[in-house]
């Protein structure tokens, strides 16, 4: 069975047998990039208990990973951030204000810093990730048209500042690892497909990278709530 944390494991386990080193999203902004890497990065939109239980996973093949929050009280736990980052992951604010404000681009910002500095006092962050509102007609990543996220002492958001044109990106949204619908990197979808590196299942990764058919840099995005031991929530969360 697919999205189980035993089927996790071994996804590290084979990225790490590849040669891969694990990294996080702020040392690859700051030029700290092996040649040779994967970047973890995690959507915490809810369920921060399964976000705490893959940073455990990581910890014990000694990854390090990002985790974006949302600053929701559903998802934000103050204890459980706190523990992740003392593994050495990194933490970082997984913003909506755009949509959370209707558009208005001004209380947009003002709700962004008034979060961001909220949650600045928890754990330091250095990157930022717009969450994806597939039922609005509003794109979060749009607040830094008029304004500059580098202002606040951020050096990074996924969607802005990686170079797609060198880094492959696999995300699990939909539950699968080609519902590009649910997110994608426009440009590059169909040159990936062509190059043969689009995947359904965990196996299917597993499998490229045994053969080691993938591209030098990484960047591998899930969403902790997804992953469960077969039970009521893994039930839960396919049907």
């Known amino acids: 069975m697919d999205f189980t944390r035993t089927r996790y494991r071994l996804l590290l386990k084979q990225l790490k047998k590849s040669g891969y080193q694990f990294i996080t999203y702020s040392m690859y902004?700051?030029?700290k990039a092996p040649d040779r890497f994967v970047i973890l990065r995690h959507d915490v939109v809810r369920n921060p208990l399964n976000a705490l239980r893959i940073a455990k996973e990581e910890e014990s093949y000694r990854a390090k990973a990002t985790f974006y929050f949302r600053a929701v009280p559903e998802c934000w736990n103050e204890k459980k951030v706190i523990d992740m980052a003392w593994m050495g992951h990194e933490i970082g604010y997984l913003y909506e204000s755009l949509v959370t404000c209707?558009?208005?681009?001004e209380k947009a910002y003002e709700d962004f810093c008034h979060h961001l500095e909220e949650l600045q006092k928890v754990c330091d962050m250095k990157t930022i990730c717009a969450n994806d509102s597939l039922h609005s007609s509003y794109?979060?990543?749009?607040?830094?048209?008029?304004h500059d996220y580098k202002t606040l002492?951020?050096?990074g958001e996924p969607y802005l500042t990686t170079d797609f044109s060198k880094m492959l990106y696999l995300s699990d949204a939909g539950r699968r690892w080609d519902g590009y619908k649910h997110d994608s990197i426009l440009g590059y979808q169909e040159q990936w497909k062509e190059k043969g590196w689009s995947f359904?299942?965990?196996n299917d990764i597993i499998?490229?990278?045994?053969e080691d058919r993938l591209p030098d840099q990484l960047?591998?995005?899930?969403?902790?709530?997804?992953?469960?031991?077969?039970g009521w929530s893994w039930l839960k969360e396919k049907f």
């Open 102 to 105: 209707q558009g208005n681009t």
């Open 29 to 31: 902004c700051e030029g």
């Open 200 to 202: 359904h299942s965990t």
């Open 219 to 230: 960047m591998i995005t899930t969403h902790p709530h997804l992953w469960n031991d077969f």
């Open 153 to 155: 002492g951020i050096v």
């Open 139 to 146: 794109d979060n990543k749009d607040l830094w048209k008029e």
């Open 207 to 210: 499998q490229a990278l045994r």
